[in-house]
């Protein structure tokens, strides 16, 4: 990475390149070469791997219960069982204490990815994130954002963490509200990042999981009356439609990290 701390005007004064990455589930390693030959980097969230949907036997659950119940969960989730998974869950942590359990396992994941993170990196917050722990792990160098705008190389990025209320129940749902105000906080801005995408559905149907993820309509409104140059997200592992304009917009689901190990760039 070209330098070692975030300097908008000299960014500026030359070509920028921004490196940007999405859903990076525990895959620490790609995240320590993403800011090669550029002048940032961006993490538009979802840095745990609570359960690896491709290979069962990683993350968080099966470290907790094994692959043989991870086998099972994952299943019931693919097949829209969502009450007897809950039910499920419940019996495999009774008797334990759920909360100390995951949060110490999603320390250990987090001390390892803030650490590969490069300077400088722009961060903001993926659905099965725990924003109350990325202060004691983000270092200099590391800027989180959410709701807040920050200029490079003389372009304004806005950033929107989380995302919406599923039956997942992932980590950072919030309401449709609480996420809109986020949005309208933002005003105008050349770069609009966020986790997830506008309610489009080409652009929030996962052909793999063979459903509609939650995209916000709040985003899609923005786009349209304040027409950034690009609206860049994540969150949909492998969507029907990766890019297409909304007016002038060109909207870009940077790609499901974990798997590609390749950053999304942007250069001017």
Request: proline share 6%.
């Amino acid at each position: 990475m070209r330098g070692s701390e975030p300097d908008s005007g000299a960014l500026a004064t030359r070509r920028t390149r921004i490196h940007v990455v999405s859903d990076v589930h525990g895959n620490t390693e790609a995240l320590a070469r993403a800011g090669d030959g550029a002048d940032a980097l961006i993490c538009l969230g979802d840095l745990v791997l609570f359960l690896d949907y491709a290979d069962h036997s990683r993350g968080i659950f099966p470290d907790l219960f094994g692959k043989e119940n991870a086998d099972r969960i994952v299943a019931l989730r693919t097949a829209r069982r969502y009450d007897e998974a809950r039910a499920f869950g419940r019996e495999l942590w009774a008797g334990r204490d759920r909360n100390t359990e995951i949060l110490g396992a999603v320390r250990g994941q987090y001390a390892e990815l803030f650490a590969a993170f490069p300077t400088p990196t722009y961060a903001t917050y993926g659905n099965v994130d725990v924003p109350d722990l990325w202060p004691e792990y983000a270092r200099p160098g590391t800027t989180v954002l959410d709701a807040e705008r920050v200029e490079i190389g003389g372009r304004v990025f806005g950033f929107v963490g989380g995302g919406l209320k599923t039956p997942m129940n992932t980590p950072y749902e919030i309401s449709d509200e609480e996420y809109a105000a986020k949005v309208e906080a933002l005003g105008e801005v050349d770069v609009l990042c966020s986790h997830i995408p506008p309610e489009v559905p080409e652009l929030t149907y996962d052909t793999v999981a063979r459903r509609f993820e939650r995209g916000s309509t709040a985003l899609l409104e923005a786009i349209r009356a304040t027409r950034p140059r690009y609206a860049l997200f994540g969150h949909v592992h492998q969507p029907l439609v990766r890019r297409m304009r909304i007016g002038t917009t060109e909207c870009v689901n940077v790609g499901h990290f974990a798997s590609t190990g390749t950053p999304w760039a942007l250069s001017w």
